[in-house]
């Protein structure tokens, strides 16, 4: 389906037009009809004789309403450019001319409205200003139609040239990434909030959960319509209305986006290529402008990255700080205003949605960005999957606003199709070629560039060194702090960390009987790796070790050292070294255990749970031969670890893991 825009001059007849087209005022607002001037966006549709349906969006042509008018025009396929036979090129005619140009708007017509008024002389003259007023845009070879709504005059032959520029229908690209930036936002009595927008990129299906961005907010579609038929799919390039559950119309606004969860990410940095319009100022750099992208008008302080300033005419590269965080996607089409006085500037094509901040003047800034721009799918796929922030390794925090800061640094294939807007299959092809060449690398379902993937080994790797020198007692560093630091995701880090085992770069130690039942998580540490005492500290240990046997200690006196006494013997990085290796037992706050001891008393308890069905605290001091100190952290511990089940002053069997084979 495509999508047809007006465009032209306040008091043309645009409206009317439509309106002769197609039976339908696209004027929908009192004001408007009292006032007989458009100011806000209208909406119709045309039934060619091809049976396909065209949507028309009206847009308004006074100078006041030009942010409705770009709201409107941002994701047509055509436009209809209206002009009035006895008035002819008008400065609003040349303004919207100026933004379909740096849309690159290259499908249109020219209606030449009110030929009813003027004589044939007189329209050959304005026929000749209007095509070489075109002459250098992208609308240079559209036909030029004189027409009356009032007489019918020209309107079959507008409706012929349509359908000759619609015959080969834009295929609107489905990337399985479906947005509609909403461009009018209303309610009606029994059905609540309704958004229309211009669908892109994707399907919509009635019953789907979706994400209005940037605020990051949930609903689900109710129902759907296009051209005010109930429909179960809208098929990207089609104006769709979405009727949306339990969020309120105060909530949402113009600009807002319809995204499906996760799919998304609002950016406030953008990379662009601009071109400034000859009639112009020269562009400074740090000039605060106005963004106008899809529905969106956001204001945005631009930065220039060569030179000083952008002259008129001229093209240049951008980067636009936006004061809140837009929707955006690569190769979108964006126009710049100036807020005072009021007017277009100019406009360009967005590069990038999540760069890093760039220093001025740098030529590596620039390549990188013109290869983007101009680069075949392999520059393109590297380029997205090549996101090292400049000077920076993947242990550094991430940069803010740009896409280091989501921690992912590899992709899977459905992401990076949607991030360098290629196809698929292209994208596949492209990824199998890059591989071959060893220009990138996969794990699992991530996608790595090869100098990321190296890197991220490096940084991998040095993470668990650094914690073996400095904690040489220790079995190694956790799995998930390990994984944190390295800001990767749970899968991704699965991914990474079952490539580096498999390639013996790192191992996993599992935690030990004692101290790892219940808990979750192991260390990683490097395949050469032991944790070894020194001689004077094996001595140390062995001392120590006997105050936690049950020989040598009275009948029903079993009282071990606490933590803080045992680490006065040894110190703290030995008794954590010991715990990790299980011959120590924690079972509360400052209270440790000789895992033999350990042992045999959980054997004790669950025999006599077993016999007994019950057992209280006074019968477990009895039967460990040890004080209340003990006790009652042991026995809370054992309904920590599912052991047993506490019920007032008793205790009873609990779900054993790993069966109780393991103490009996």
Known sequence: MSCIGTAGHVDHGKSTLVQALTGIDPDRLTEEKERGMT?????????????????????????????????????????????????????????????????????????????????????????EEVAETLQATTLSQ????????????????????????????????????PRLSIDRVFSLSGFGTIVTGTLLDGILKVGQEVEILPHEKRTRLRTLQTHKQQIEQAQPGSRVACNLVNIARSELQRG???????????????????????????????????????????????????GEEIQPGAEGWV??????????????????????????????????????????????VIESLERLRQGTPEEIVLAALDRRP?????????????????????????????????????????????????RVHKIGNFWFAQPVWELLVADAIRLVKEQHQQYPLRNGLSKEEWRS???????????????????????????????????????????????????????????????????????????????????????????????????LIKIGEGLLLGSDWYKQALKKLIEYMRMHETLTVAEARTLLGTTRKYCIPLLEHMDALRLTRRNGDERTLGVIEGGVGDFL
């Open 39 to 127: 100011i806000d966006l209208g909406f119709a549709w045309l039934r060619l004789s091809t049976g396909q349906e065209v949507s028309l969006v009206d847009v308004p042509g006074h100078e006041s309403f030009i942010k409705n008018m770009l709201a409107g025009v941002g994701g047509i396929d055509a436009a209809l450019l209206v002009i009035a036979a006895d008035e002819g090129v008008m400065p609003q005619t040349r303004e919207h001319l100026a933004i379909l140009d740096l849309l690159r708007v290259e499908r249109g017509v020219v209606a030449l409205t009110k030929a009813d008024l003027v004589d044939d002389e007189w329209l050959a003259l304005v026929r």
């Open 142 to 177: 559209a036909a030029i139609i004189p027409v009356s709504a009032y007489t019918g005059q020209g309107l079959p032959q507008l409706r012929s040239e349509l359908e000759r520029i619609l015959q080969d229908d834009l295929v609107c690209k489905n990337i399985a990434r």
């Open 256 to 306: 807002d986006v319809i995204a499906l969860p996760g799919q998304l990410q609002p950016t406030i940095l953008l990379d662009a290529r601009l071109a400034l319009l000859p009639t112009a100022r020269p562009l400074a750099h740090n000039t605060q402008v106005d963004f106008f992208c899809g529905a969106q008008e956001i204001s945005a302080r631009m930065r220039v990255l060569e």
């Open 319 to 364: 980067q636009l700080r936006l004061q809140r965080p837009a929707v955006v996607a690569r190769r979108d089409r964006f126009i710049l205003r100036i807020p005072s006085p009021g007017s277009t500037i100019g406009g360009g094509e967005i590069i990038d949605v999540h760069p890093r901040y760039h220093r001025r003047g740098q030529s590596a």
């Open 390 to 438: 400049v000077g920076r390794t993947m242990l550094s925090k991430p940069v803010v606003g740009s896409r280091a800061s989501t921690g992912l640094m590899g992709y899977e294939l459905a992401e990076l199709v949607k991030e360098c807007h290629l196809a698929e299959d292209v994208t596949q092809q492209t990824l199998e070629s890059l591989i071959i060449e060893r």
């Open 485 to 583: 630091r390295l800001h990767l995701s749970p899968r991704m880090a699965a991914d990474v960390l079952g490539a580096l085992q498999a390639d013996s770069l790192l191992e996993t130690v599992e935690p030990s009987e004692g101290e790892g039942r219940g808990r979750a998580g192991a260390w990683l540490r490097l395949p050469a790796f032991r944790p070894t005492f020194t001689d004077q500290q094996e001595s140390q240990v062995a001392q120590l070790l006997q105050q936690f046997l049950v020989e040598g200690q009275g009948e029903n006196s079993y009282m071990p050292p606490t933590r803080a006494e045992a680490e006065v013997l040894v110190g703290s990085e030995v008794i954590n070294a010991l715990l990790e290796q299980g011959r």
